[in-house]
């Protein structure tokens, strides 16, 4: 167990960073499920940092489905089994949540190529109709197994070639970061998708229902950045929502 006043470190905010660690500790087994994690009066004086600052971080995780949040009592480590689970409220990347769920994470592309944006991409990114998108078409993977696949167009106006390159070899939100880029919000739609047209090669999946999460992502100042279709396989890849009265 770590001992006490340990200070935090990393990017972010404290509380981005406390959540990541408590996160880390939760995967790792610190916790078993059904167990009560230490107290927030002990994490505040554990991580130097306040009990507003800790009750904020322990709701993040609550929102992601790993923690269960009882008033009176404290917060404790949920079952939530073994699949990939993310809390829907939350902006991530998905290859970074699959490797902080102790999964393995991998991409394959079937097609990455520089067009011009069609009517649909040059809606949602607000850019003209023939501007430059890297249009994308990705299987995203769990230790082998396909968990996602998705469709993706990004905004590469102004974009230096180096990063454009990186965008094509693994995370787009990793690339982006790299130029200073940082999704910020995203606007998404969900629908339930039964279709044999989504998908492809030898691992795609027998079954034919997906989740499907229609997104824009925005930047700090609110531009689009990334249109994506990412058609998540029923069973592999979990969302949950945290409703209160």
Same mark, same amino acid.
């Given at each position: 167990?770590?001992?006490?006043?340990?200070?935090?470190?990393?990017?972010?905010?404290?509380?981005?960073?406390?959540?990541?660690? !408590?996160?880390? /500790?939760?995967? *790792? &087994?610190?916790?078993?499920?059904?167990?009560?994690? #230490?107290?927030?009066?002990? +994490?505040? =004086?554990?991580?130097?940092?306040?009990?507003?600052?800790?009750?904020?971080?322990?709701?993040?995780?609550?929102?992601?489905?790993? !923690?269960?949040? /009882?008033?009176? *009592? &404290?917060?404790?480590?949920?079952?939530?089994?073994? #699949?990939?689970?993310?809390? +829907?409220? =939350?902006?991530?990347?998905?290859?970074?949540?699959?490797?902080?769920?102790?999964?393995?994470?991998?991409?394959?592309?079937?097609? !990455?190529?520089?067009?011009?944006?069609?009517?649909?991409?040059?809606?949602?990114?607000?850019?003209?109709?023939?501007?430059?998108?890297?249009?994308?078409?990705?299987?995203?993977?769990?230790?082998?197994?396909?968990?996602?696949?998705?469709?993706?167009?990004?905004?590469?106006?102004?974009?230096?070639?180096?990063?454009?390159?990186?965008?094509?070899?693994?995370?787009?939100?990793?690339?982006?970061?790299?130029?200073?880029?940082?999704?910020?919000?995203?606007?998404?739609?969900?629908?339930?998708?039964?279709?044999?047209?989504?998908?492809?090669?030898?691992?795609?999946?027998?079954?034919?229902?997906?989740?499907?999460?229609?997104?824009?992502?925005?930047?700090?100042?609110?531009?689009?950045?990334?249109?994506?279709?990412?058609?998540?396989?029923?069973?592999?890849?979990?969302?949950?929502?945290?409703?209160?009265?």
């Amino acid at each position: 167990m770590p001992k006490r006043s340990t200070p935090l470190g990393g990017q972010g905010t404290l509380t981005q960073r406390l959540r990541d660690v !408590l996160r880390t /500790r939760i995967l *790792s &087994g610190d916790w078993r499920p059904g167990e009560r994690i #230490s107290s927030e009066t002990d +994490l505040s =004086e554990q991580y130097r940092v306040s009990r507003v600052t800790v009750r904020t971080a322990l709701k993040s995780l609550e929102s992601q489905g790993l !923690l269960d949040i /009882r008033h009176g *009592s &404290g917060a404790y480590v949920s079952n939530f089994g073994s #699949s990939i689970r993310a809390g +829907l409220q =939350e902006l991530r990347s998905i290859t970074e949540t699959i490797r902080e769920l102790g999964f393995e994470p991998g991409m394959k592309f079937k097609s !990455l190529q520089q067009v011009g944006a069609n009517s649909e991409q040059a809606a949602h990114l607000n850019i003209e109709e023939g501007a430059p998108v890297l249009a994308m078409e990705r299987a995203i993977l769990a230790d082998g197994e396909i968990v996602a696949y998705s469709y993706d167009a990004v905004a590469i106006a102004g974009l230096p070639s180096s990063v454009v390159q990186a965008i094509g070899k693994g995370s787009v939100f990793a690339a982006l970061a790299k130029f200073g880029v940082y999704p910020a919000r995203a606007f998404a739609e969900i629908h339930a998708i039964n279709s044999t047209e989504i998908g492809w090669g030898s691992k795609r999946p027998s079954g034919a229902l997906y989740l499907l999460l229609d997104q824009v992502h925005f930047d700090r100042d609110g531009n689009p950045l990334m249109h994506s279709k990412t058609y998540f396989v029923e069973g592999r890849f979990q969302f949950v929502i945290l409703r209160t009265s």
